[in-house]
């Protein structure tokens, strides 16, 4: 059983929407084991998507996360990392596949919904960036 960190983003709070995109999620057989909204703060952001930081588009993805609140959360499940990048869909919607989160509520490559991890290790310290152990139930 595995775990990975998940981001509701902007597009998806200001649109009123964390239900509809967790409702995917728990159709997936991923449980939210742990999730709250916040205010995420400009080094929040600049640091959770530090490895962009050279990136032509990483000035406007930061602005873009600090713009509304955000829901972050832990999903465990089977293979939990690989099975959400799937719900998820391709990164550029247009090219995520049918039924995936992505395709049916990404606005464009930049407010694209959701964050997952990529790998266990980025997991982890993701979710360390975020939860304690003892709000993962
Ligand atoms: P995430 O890391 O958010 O789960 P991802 O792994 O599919 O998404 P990355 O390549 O890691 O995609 O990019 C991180 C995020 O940066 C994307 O989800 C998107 O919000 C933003 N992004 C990526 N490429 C672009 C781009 N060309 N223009 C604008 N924003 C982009
Ligand atoms: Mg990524």
Redesign the pocket.
Known sequence: IEQTFSIL?PDVTRRNLTGAVNAKIEAAGLRIVAQKRIHMTRPQAESF?GV?KE?P?FG??VE?MISEPVVVQVLRGESAIAKYREV?GA?NPEKADAGTIRKEFALS????S???S?APETAATEIAQFFTESEIV
Do not use: A, P, S
């Open positions: 983003k998507y962009h990136r588009f406007e993805l873009m998820m990164t490559m930049g407010e694209n959701v964050h997952g990529d």
